[in-house]
């Protein structure tokens, strides 16, 4: 069983700063790539960033300059550091990852719980 576990989300004025941070763990053989999603009231989940094992990061135009992606070195881990926050940033961030659980496993898309960030004075 493969759990994603977020964390950092939360309350922020316009302009401010958060980092989101999620851990992939359980069965795990072969991670593809992770990335955040991020779905607001009344809209469709839509993809924040992705970082492919071994690619180049991928942005919504809406973040670029902003939002930075990375992974730690083990590679179970993404993180998402949001800069110069602004309202309509305001949604329930996902973590995403696309792995192979098993040697002999298709790659498989797996979430997280999701993790609130709000931007408002």
Not at 72 to 91: H, I
Not at 108 to 116: E, F
Request: charged content about 15%.
């Amino acid at each position: 069983q493969v759990q994603l576990v977020e964390s950092g989300g939360g309350l922020v004025q316009p302009g401010g700063s958060l980092r989101l941070s999620c851990t992939a763990s359980g069965s795990i053989f072969n991670i593809n790539s992770m990335g955040w999603y991020r779905q607001a009231p009344g809209k469709q989940r839509e993809l924040v960033a992705m970082l492919p094992s071994g690619g180049n990061s991928d942005y919504t135009d809406s973040v670029k300059g902003r939002f930075t992606i990375s992974r730690d070195t083990a590679g179970n881990s993404v993180y998402l550091q949001m800069n110069t926050l602004k309202p309509e940033d305001t949604a329930v961030y996902y973590c995403n990852a696309i792995l192979n659980p098993t040697s002999t496993s298709p790659s498989r898309v797996y979430w997280g719980q999701g993790t609130q960030v709000t931007v408002s004075s």
